[in-house]
């Protein structure tokens, strides 16, 4: 799979972009704020309907605009799809595929896939579990469908089941619509629970080689997924918590407080691993995305690297760049020379700048340094 070219219309700081780019490496570079993030934010967005800076749309809105307009060409082979999203404060998003609405988000997965590193996930490790969850829902909704469809209604249904606690903690009336919500939480639950299981066996089997070679065979990763609560027990969990719920307002039994474990031979990382070693297993997590995507989907997917070449040493960096390949990659990066020293090829280079993204010919001399 491969991206030809964005439009952008009122998006972030873009008042209108429009940029095509090579199936190779494209690189942006730019002094901070400038507005490199954000194109890789829009490619993203247009290939997940998401952010992975913000839920609310109206943030990646221009200011003063109420409206910003997405496109982007992406192509598999001689077949090409054009996806349109319509971003509009206060309302759901308009999407389109091939100028036919889409009713739903569900409906672009299998199109593509998108991994982004950014300097952020190098602290997935040791950081809270909100961070680990999403990785698994950003991952599975990229490539399973059922997930995405179980995972959509499993929020809708955790949301009610909460408003409804907050009114029983005062009026005990409506309790038995309680059972309601309970029977559709296992239900939808469950299927989260038995997608992440088989989702973590196969991360395991990939990343495990993965940072064998990374550390020089020093190290052995191993990934556990830290189940809330069983599938099978999840039913009769959720009616042994219902008092504890109502007296906090809130559902503590459920996959969205489930949690990933990473370690390495038997030491947990997140608590007793160095910040090297975490950022090793960090690492490690995004090259096993690449094979998952390749092993399941079987296809490659769009590699996007927001400025994180620069928090990585030269080993880490080196491994980072081999596992790119055929890979078409979008970079941000302040400057290029990190680039050029590791004699690393580059395809297509662009100078953000302002708001305004310069195209530089392909011939132009790299820096001397």
């Not at 940072?211 to 599938?231: D, F, I, P, Q």
């Not at 490659?300 to 620069?310: F, K, N, R």
Request: aromatic content about 6%.
């Amino acid at each position: 799979m491969k991206i030809d070219s964005l439009k952008l219309q009122n998006f972030r700081n873009y008042e209108e972009l429009s940029l095509e780019f090579s199936p190779g490496t494209n690189l942006f570079y730019g002094e901070n704020a400038q507005g490199k993030t954000n194109i890789l934010e829009a490619v993203y967005v247009c290939g997940t309907t998401k952010s992975h800076r913000t839920s609310k749309d109206r943030e990646m809105i221009r200011f003063g605009e109420n409206e910003s307009h997405l496109q982007m060409i992406m192509r598999k082979g001689d077949v090409s799809w054009r996806i349109d999203l319509l971003l509009r404060a206060g309302r759901a998003k308009g999407i389109a595929v091939n100028m036919v609405p889409v009713r739903r988000a569900a409906e672009l997965i299998g199109l593509g896939h998108f991994i982004l590193f950014s300097p952020e996930d190098l602290s997935i490790i040791k950081d809270g579990p909100a961070g680990r969850r999403r990785f698994l829902d950003m991952e599975l909704c990229q490539l399973d469908k059922v997930y995405v469809s179980a995972l959509t209604s499993y929020n809708k249904v955790l949301e009610q089941r909460g408003k409804l606690l907050k009114t029983l903690s005062t009026d005990r009336r409506d309790m038995e619509t309680l059972d309601v919500w309970d029977e559709q939480l296992v239900r939808y639950g469950s299927m989260i629970i038995r997608i992440r299981e088989s989702f973590v066996q196969m991360l395991n089997e990939i990343i495990r080689p993965i940072h064998e070679k990374l550390s020089g065979g020093r190290e052995h990763l191993s990934v556990r997924y830290e189940k809330n609560v069983e599938a099978d027990a999840y039913a009769s969990a959720l009616e042994d918590g219902r008092q504890r719920d109502l007296y906090l307002c809130s559902t503590m039994t459920g996959p969205h407080r489930d949690d990933l474990v990473f370690s390495s031979d038997g030491v947990d990382l997140r608590h007793y691993g160095s910040q090297g070693q975490q950022r090793s297993a960090a690492l490690s997590l995004k090259l096993a995305e690449i094979e998952l995507v390749k092993k399941k989907a079987g296809d490659s997917p769009v590699l996007l690297l927001d400025d994180v070449l620069s928090e990585l040493d030269a080993g880490r960096q080196q491994a980072l760049l081999e596992s790119i390949g055929d890979i078409q990659t979008f970079i941000t990066c302040t400057g290029i020379e990190e680039y050029v020293r590791s004699g690393f090829h580059i395809d297509k280079r662009f100078h953000v700048q302002g708001g305004h993204v310069q195209p530089e010919p392909s011939n132009i001399p790299d820096p001397v340094l």
